[in-house]
């Protein structure tokens, strides 16, 4: 039997993980395979981290699937992900039945192509209704671009007269964000040897947790897994408060 990670008693309960699937072109390129066998590979070991995280008893798990900066990549490259996006929600969708998963997508779903957004928006009211665990898709999204379209909607209520300027605050704004419901992450994961945010989960990561790794995600297991939440259960959460 697998040992459970240690957990330090001041560490609050690890509800939402958050991971940057970082390192599928180089996990390919080490392998002298084309790129899309990279993504691949990824899309089958966020498979694996679905079902690590309902044995750990956490709740909501947000990955950062494809940015809004990534349509700056090859158009192939970009066409392969949108038709690998389809085949994992129509591979997965009776796994994620079985385990209890709902899917989520975060992000300006508008500008995914119209197949994309049929497919997610048909897996998303299929799985309504499931509690072990939430699957966030982050699609299309940019942290920043989520704070300026939360602005923006903002900036509408106020002209309509339903919001006073004055009375707005961080409770607002959080409100107005893509998906207000969904608790901020309390860790932030990010294989591959980087180490930053890349414009992901900016307001509600403010106080998360980071754990860096250098594997990159494709090979990311469970023993990396297990050191992740070692780690996290040994800090010390202040949210910039004294203990």
């Known amino acids: 039997m697998r040992p459970e990670p240690e957990k330090n008693a001041t560490a609050a309960p690890l509800r939402h993980l958050a991971v940057i699937m970082d390192g599928n072109g180089r996990w390919a390129k080490r392998r002298l395979l084309p790129r899309k066998a990279g993504h691949r590979a990824g899309a ?3 498979r694996r981290l679905c079902q690590m995280c309902g044995q750990a008893g956490i709740s909501y798990l947000t990955v950062y699937a494809f940015s809004t900066e990534n349509w700056k990549r090859p158009e192939d490259e970009v066409a392969t992900l949108m038709r690998l996006f389809i085949e994992f929600l129509n591979d997965y969708d009776r796994e994620m039945e079985s385990e209890g998963i709902r899917l989520r997508v975060l992000g300006d779903v508008s500008g995914l192509p119209a197949n994309v957004r049929e497919s997610m928006l048909a897996a998303e009211e299929r799985s309504r209704g499931r509690e072990r665990l939430q699957l966030i898709l ?4 940019g942290g920043r671009a989520e704070i300026a379209a939360a602005v923006n909607r903002i900036a509408e209520r106020v002209l309509q007269g339903e919001l006073i300027p004055g009375q707005i605050d961080e409770t607002t704004v959080a409100r107005h964000l893509y998906l207000p419901d969904v608790p901020d992450p309390d860790l932030i994961i990010r294989p591959s040897g980087e180490q930053r945010l890349s414009n992901f989960l900016l307001w509600q990561g403010a106080y998360s947790e980071l754990w ?15 050191r992740a939440l070692a780690a996290y259960s040994e800090r ?3 949210f910039g408060g004294l203990k």
Not at 214 to 223: E, M, T
């Open 44 to 46: 089958k070991n966020l």
């Open 212 to 226: 860096f790794s250098d594997v990159l995600w494709p090979d990311f297991r469970q023993d990396d897994f297990d």
């Open 138 to 141: 982050a699609l299309n999204y």
């Open 236 to 238: 010390e959460r202040r």
